[in-house]
Nanobody, 125 residues
Framework: QSQLVESGGALVQPGGSLKLSCVAS????????IGWFRQAPGKEREGVAC????????YYTDYVEGRFTVSRDGAKNTVYLQMNSLKPGDTAVYYC??????????????????WGQGTQVTVSS
């Protein structure tokens, strides 16, 4: 059974850090890239970061560049999103998604085919 499972979301104060994890299972050989996306209440889902299965960075949104870092551990089939200097505007449900074709575009959710269930990140004092 193919699936993506996110974890690591929490309530954190402004300026704090979190590390999200996305574990892939059941279809890892079909994956070209893993993207992180987020969706805040009342807003569209937006791309945050993306990394290919060869370790190339395929996307960072300008809003998080310099604060967030995407990385992968191939041996664990896991992609991470290290989030530092968190702001209230980072509050959202964070999803990881897998691109199963070469035609993905980092940051564009419509080009990713398989999605996790999401993990809530809340930045508030």
């Amino acid at each position: 059974q193919s699936q993506l499972v996110e974890s690591g979301g929490a309530l954190v104060q402004p300026g704090g850090s979190l590390k999200l994890s996305c574990v892939a299972s059941g279809f890892t050989s079909d994956i070209y890239a893993i993207g992180w996306f987020r969706q805040a209440p009342g807003k569209e889902r937006e791309g945050v970061a993306c990394i290919s299965t060869t370790g190339e960075i395929c996307y960072y949104t300008d809003y998080v560049e310099g604060r967030f870092t995407v990385s992968r551990d191939g041996a664990k089939n896991t992609v991470y999103l290290q989030m530092n200097s968190l702001k209230p505007g980072d509050t959202a449900v964070y999803y990881c998604a897998a691109a199963l074709t070469i035609y993905y575009v980092g940051g564009h959710p419509g080009t990713f085919q398989s999605w996790g269930q999401g993990t809530q990140v809340t930045v508030s004092s």
